[in-house]
Nanobody
Framework: EVQLVESGGGLVQPGESLRLPCAASGFTFSNYPMRWVRQAPGKREERVSNINGGGGVTGYAASVKGRFTISRDNAKNTLYLQMNSPKADDAAVYYC?????RGQGTQVTVSS
C-alpha cells in the first residue's frame, strides 16, 4: 500500500523554525518527484515546493522562497520541509504528495 504520513506540525511563533517530515512507504521513494502543498481556510490550495527523485532539483512558490527548504533522505524514505521565519500567512494544513497519492496532512498554526 502506497502511504505518506506527515508529522511535525503544531503551533509556532513568527520567526521560529519548524520542520515537517513525511514518511513514505509502499513504493520506491527515490524514483518519484515529491512536493509539499498547503491548504488554508478560504484560500486555494497552493503548491509550496517540489523536489526531483534524486533531490538535486528543487522549486518553490514565490511566497516561501528563501524561507522554506525542501529536502529528502532516500535512504530513510522521508521527505522534509524546513520552515524558517514563518509568517501568519503560512498557517495551513500541509500535505506531502507524490506517487499519485498524498498524506493526511499536518496542521501548522503561526501565532504569537
Amino acid at each position: 500500500e502506497v502511504q505518506l504520513v506527515e508529522s511535525g506540525g503544531g503551533l509556532v511563533q513568527p520567526g521560529e523554525s519548524l520542520r515537517l517530515p513525511c514518511a513514505a512507504s509502499g513504493f520506491t521513494f527515490s524514483n518519484y518527484p515529491m512536493r509539499w502543498v498547503r491548504q488554508a481556510p478560504g484560500k486555494r490550495e497552493e503548491r509550496v515546493s517540489n523536489i526531483n527523485g534524486g533531490g538535486g532539483v528543487t522549486g518553490y512558490a514565490a511566497s516561501v522562497k528563501g524561507r522554506f527548504t525542501i529536502s529528502r533522505d532516500n535512504a530513510k524514505n522521508t521527505l522534509y520541509l524546513q520552515m524558517n521565519s514563518p509568517k501568519a500567512d503560512d498557517a495551513a494544513v500541509y500535505y506531502c504528495a507524490g506517487a499519485e497519492t498524498r498524506g493526511q496532512g499536518t496542521q501548522v498554526t503561526v501565532s504569537s
